[in-house]
């Protein structure tokens, strides 16, 4: 069986990076740490620990969202141990002690960063984000490193796996490659962690063998899984989403889900001028045992969210798009050049509760391009399904399904994905019914 690397992707709500501000801040090339600073009305005070000749870049927000950047001031007690800049971005100079002072313009809220600079920052320990996990064939997962203290030095993580047949492990990403148990070691300097790996032969990888019999290559449901990305991001590649993927089934707690789209840069591009995004309809579909036929779970004209999240997903911020304009069929989203740049564009249907002892297989489709021709073949956008438990828990938010990779041009293209296995299409019953109520 052909083993191959896939990505499960959790989004899930994450706090607001930024908010309405007219352009993404250009941080240092160097930049060490980051570390988010809540302001509130009394001043909200933090500790950190960094090391002589480090940077940390400070996030500001209130509440949920992220601050204006020009509305915010940072001032050090100390210039002599550690700055700040207008940006907040924190050098730090020399070992003593600095006051960071976070204020909004109106002086309403702040936040102090009790800042340490100390010559050298070794690691007393390392901890994983899961001591144990159980994994299924075609799966991954990445786990987490955490040091104490967190801007320790030498931070570099050697990743180790005890039984490479079983699962590899790349920068935290667990590869499982055959039925058994392993154990993962993450070591930083003199310390580590460990996690158990148990892989499971329940799910079967070759779900989509990307072969594409001759009376199903002119059918866009079916080869949308099968057909090779038209281009890949960073993110993409990383994740080895070279095809769309089968990630994973609902279980009897996920009761909800929901359609997803992402726009990222393409791998080695950039873009020169301003731009903007066009999404049309955006679907959800259901194949329903009872019914025997395929069902319209969710159908918007246009997707929701429409946010820009800071990459890594695991950052944890994301900011509103601005300058968005809806059109009866349509809407257009208007960013700068430069917005795009370590970020990703976000948009979602809108969630609907699941029938699991129903539902059999489930689809999703949006339309999407853009409108300049030159930045046509600069973009590219995958899709997925992403499906939550019923009591609302960010944590157990599971994405089942991956679209291929599209390039974004001035034509209009709908990206598709789905969750039948290879060996379960049947053409009548599945692409030609999902075409027909998407349109």
Known sequence: MKIIKRCMCILIAFTL??????????????????????LTKKGKRNTIQIEKGSKVQIISISGTKAINLSDLRYSSNNDDVATVSDTGLIKSLKAGNAKITITTKSGNKKSILALKVVKSLKVNSVRLSRKSI??????IYKLTVKTDPEYATNSKVIWRSSNKSVATIDNGIIS??????????????????????TVSGDYKDDLVDHIIPSDLANDPIYCSMNTPSEAMSDFSRECHRNYGRILGYTTPKHTSAVSIGAIYLESGKKMNRDFTICLGQIALFAYSSSQKKWIVVDRQRYPQGLKLYKLPWSSRVHRDCENISYFPDHVEIKLNATDLNNYAFHYWGERKPINNSDYKYFACAYKVWVKEDYSSNILTTEGGIDTKFANGDNNNVIQIVTSRSLSLTTTPKTLWCHTIPNDEYKYKRDGAKLIKLFK
Do not use: E, W
């Open 17 to 38: 990076l930024q908010y309405a501000f007219p352009s993404i801040p250009v941080f240092a090339k160097r930049t060490d740490y980051y570390i988010t600073s809540t």
């Open 134 to 139: 159980h994994l299924k064939l075609g799966m």
């Open 176 to 197: 499982p490659i055959s039925k058994g148990t392993t154990t993962i070691t993450a070591i930083v300097g003199k310390k580590s962690a460990k996690c158990k790996v």
